[in-house]
T-cell receptor, first 115, second 114 residues
Framework: KAGVTQTPRYLIKTRGQQVTLSCSPI?????VSWYQQTPGQGLQFLFE???????NKGNFPGRFSGRQFSNSRSEMNVSTLELGDSALYLC??????????????FGEGSRLTVL | AQTVTQSQPEMSVQEAETVTLSCTYD???????LFWYKQPPSRQMILVIR??????QNATENRFSVNFQKAAKSFSLKISDSQLGDAAMYFC???????????FGTGTSLTVIP
């Protein structure tokens, strides 16, 4: 079974631009979560989507948005990029949203550099 | 909001020795899950071990075991017979029983010395 796939793996943008990251979850998984990972901050929760609905949202500005499609694939978008948005963006999928079990399966991440 | 604290940014261990990584968390909930994830350099994060808060027995997965102290809100990871492949960043994480938002610590970078 294929794992969580994130594209692109690496990208460089300049301040003010926008970026779209894509995530394909493990087949059968309906929950997709996004995390921002920066040195010293660990992983910060961005949002979770389950069956095309945003279930939960972290404490990030409105420049960060996401969506999920009917095939469970998800995209996240960051508009008006700032230098501080440079980070590794991790996507994780799980077959449930809450409840028993529910470990996250992570992709390799998309490393965004903002110049 | 729940918080997870890993007070050891870096740890090192001799190959074949045992090392313990510390994690504490803060919550008012009684039912939740705790996890240790491993992130090797430039590779994806994988689950090492999971503990359900309602279970008093400490979880064990081969060379990996936890010491779960619910009253103290402590969840340490013990790695026995350390191997070179154990070198990675280790993250402690908390998840509520009824939600899917994970709270992660800032990580502990483990070096294994041959």
């Amino acid at each position: 079974k294929a794992g969580v796939t994130q594209t692109p793996r690496y990208l460089i943008k300049t301040r003010g631009q926008q970026v779209t990251l894509s995530c394909s979850p493990i087949s059968g998984h309906r929950s997709v979560s996004w995390y921002q990972q920066t040195p010293g901050q660990g992983l910060q929760f961005l949002f979770e989507y389950f069956s095309e609905t945003q279930r939960n949202k972290g404490n990030f500005p409105g420049r960060f948005s996401g969506r999920q499609f009917s095939n469970s694939r998800s995209e996240m978008n960051v508009s008006t990029l700032e230098l501080g948005d440079s980070a590794l963006y991790l996507c994780a999928s799980s077959w449930t949203s809450g409840g028993a079990g529910g470990e996250l399966f992570f992709g390799e991440g998309s490393r965004l550099t903002v110049l | 909001a729940q918080t997870v604290t890993q007070s050891q940014p870096e740890m090192s261990v001799q190959e074949a020795e045992t090392v313990t990584l510390s994690c504490t968390y803060d919550t008012s909930e009684s039912d939740y899950y705790l996890f240790w994830y491993k992130q090797p350099p430039s590779r994806q994060m994988i689950l090492v071990i999971r503990q359900e808060a309602y279970k008093q027995q400490n979880a064990t997965e081969n060379r990996f075991s936890v010491n779960f102290q619910k009253a103290a809100k402590s969840f340490s990871l013990k790695i026995s017979d350390s191997q070179l492949g154990d070198a990675a960043m280790y993250f402690c994480a908390y998840r509520s029983a009824d939600g899917n938002q994970f709270y992660f610590g800032t990580g502990t970078s483990l070096t294994v010395i041959p």
